[in-house]
Antibody, heavy 120, light 108 residues
Framework: EVQLVESGGGLVQPGRSLRLSCAAS????????MHWVRQAPGKGLEWVSG????????AYADSVKGRFTISRDNAKNSLYLQMNSLRAEDTALYYC?????????????WGQGTLVTVSS | SSELTQDPAVSVALGQTVRITCQGD??????PSWFQQKPGQAPVIVIY???NRPSGIPDRFSGSSSGNTASLTITGAQAEDEADYYC???????????FGGGTKLTVL
């Protein structure tokens, strides 16, 4: 059974940093790209970042480029999102999502999300 | 433009057929995925690619695309289909994923 479990969310002040993690199990992690998608309270889905299976291809939404860094550790079956210079508008539920391929827009499994609240 | 446009809300009578649409230039190059999200739950993929349905998704869900418009069709909508539906695609670089604004489906 595929499982994606996010962690690392919490309340953080504007300008500070936070690192999210996503622990994957139930599939061959290094066969697939992975993505972070967020959802602000009461709003729609927003893609944040994606990383290919070997980390050779990485992309970010314009809203987070230069502040967020995606990475993965295939030996640990884990995906990460380092978030720096956080802003109030980064407040959202952050989902980790598994790709069906080595980089596409087809996300076949999602975690339950970890909540990030940016507030003073 | 990499934006995807969806109608904010659509309603359908129980047992009838409903089409949810998604428009955007990127759909001329990339097939979309469609996601169903119920309150308090993570999104679930219901259709991806040309018209691929993951295991466990009822066959009343189907997808199609033409030009810059993609559609998710539910044939014989059930009460449990009431949810928010999102499409997504990629921009011209192929690396940036974009989501539509979502459609709230009400089953009457």
């Amino acid at each position: 059974e595929v499982q994606l479990v996010e962690s690392g969310g919490g309340l953080v002040q504007p300008g500070r940093s936070l690192r999210l993690s996503c622990a994957a199990s139930g599939f061959t992690f290094d066969d697939y790209a992975m993505h972070w998608v967020r959802q602000a309270p009461g709003k729609g889905l927003e893609w944040v970042s994606g990383i290919s299976r070997n980390s050779g291809s990485i992309a970010y939404a314009d809203s987070v480029k230069g502040r967020f860094t995606i990475s993965r550790d295939n030996a640990k079956n884990s995906l990460y999102l380092q978030m720096n210079s956080l802003r109030a508008e980064d407040t959202a539920l952050y989902y980790c999502a598994k790709d069906t391929e080595d980089y596409s827009n087809y996300f076949d499994y999602w975690g339950q999300g970890t909540l990030v609240t940016v507030s003073s | 433009s990499s934006e995807l446009t969806q109608d904010p809300a659509v309603s359908v009578a129980l047992g009838q057929t409903v089409r949810i649409t998604c428009q955007g230039d990127s759909l001329r190059s990339y097939y979309p995925s469609w996601f169903q999200q119920k309150p308090g739950q993570a999104p679930v993929i219901v259709i991806y690619g040309k018209n691929n349905r993951p295991s466990g998704i009822p066959d009343r869900f189907s997808g199609s695309s033409s030009g810059n418009t993609a559609s998710l069709t539910i044939t014989g909508a059930q009460a449990e289909d009431e949810a928010d539906y999102y499409c997504n695609s990629r921009d011209s670089s192929g690396k940036h994923v974009v989501f539509g604004g979502g459609t709230k489906l009400t089953v009457l």
